[in-house]
Antibody, heavy 127, light 108 residues
Framework: QVQLAESGGGVVQPGRSLRLSCAAS????????MHWVRQAPGKGLEWVAIIWSGEIDKFYADSVKDRFTISRDNSKNTVYLQMNSLRAEDTAVYYC????????????????????WGQGTMVTVSS | SSELTQDPAVSVALGQTVTITCQGDSLRTSYASWYQQKSGQAPLLLIYGKNNRPSGIPDRFSGSTSGNTASLTITGAQAEDEADYHCNSRDTTIKPVVFGGGTKLTVL
């Protein structure tokens, strides 16, 4: 069964760090781009970070750049999100998601979709 | 702020048809994908590409695109369709992925 399972969330004080994990089962994580997406209470989805299958390329939202680091351990089939210098505005449910991407040559358009999502892990930043 | 624009809330009578839209510059070069999110649950992929549904998604859900606007249509809305609906797409400008703000669908 193809699935993702996040862990590592919790309550943390502003300025502290937390590391989230996303364990994959039923597929080889290293073959896919993997994303972190977050959702603040009562808000929409916000894209956070991606690590592409080649692992060299990583990209971050401006709101987390230089504070968050995405990484992958292929031997554990797990992707991580290291979150440093946490702020109150980082409070959210954090989801990891598997990327499906291809180019539709008939219509000359990219197709970007997140076909597998974890159940999410809650991060609360509060003093 | 979101780079894709969605109406915050839409309502539909049971059994009727409703269209939810998603607008943004990235949609000129990238298809939108659509997700359904029920309360307390993770998002679920509904539509991707021109109009593709993953296995298990009912055929009352369909997608279309025109210019910079993508649409999700539910034909014959059911009570269980009451949820939040999100769109996203690839964005080749500022960051790889953009999301809309989400649309809350109420089935009356």
């Amino acid at each position: 069964q193809v699935q993702l399972a996040e862990s590592g969330g919790g309550v943390v004080q502003p300025g502290r760090s937390l590391r989230l994990s996303c364990a994959a089962s039923g597929f080889t994580l290293s073959s896919f781009g993997m994303h972190w997406v977050r959702q603040a209470p009562g808000k929409g989805l916000e894209w956070v970070a991606i690590i592409w299958s080649g692992e060299i390329d990583k990209f971050y939202a401006d709101s987390v750049k230089d504070r968050f680091t995405i990484s992958r351990d292929n031997s554990k089939n797990t992707v991580y999100l290291q979150m440093n210098s946490l702020r109150a505005e980082d409070t959210a449910v954090y989801y990891c998601a598997r990327e499906m991407f291809y180019y539709d040559s008939n219509d000359h358009r990219d197709v970007e979709a997140f076909d597998i999502w974890g159940q999410g892990t809650m991060v609360t930043v509060s003093s | 702020s979101s780079e894709l624009t969605q109406d915050p809330a839409v309502s539909v009578a049971l059994g009727q048809t409703v269209t939810i839209t998603c607008q943004g510059d990235s949609l000129r070069t990238s298809y939108a994908s659509w997700y359904q999110q029920k309360s307390g649950q993770a998002p679920l992929l509904l539509i991707y590409g021109k109009n593709n549904r993953p296995s298990g998604i009912p055929d009352r859900f369909s997608g279309s695109t025109s210019g910079n606007t993508a649409s999700l249509t539910i034909t014959g809305a059911q009570a269980e369709d009451e949820a939040d609906y999100h769109c996203n797409s690839r964005d080749t400008t500022i960051k790889p992925v953009v999301f809309g703000g989400g649309t809350k669908l109420t089935v009356l």
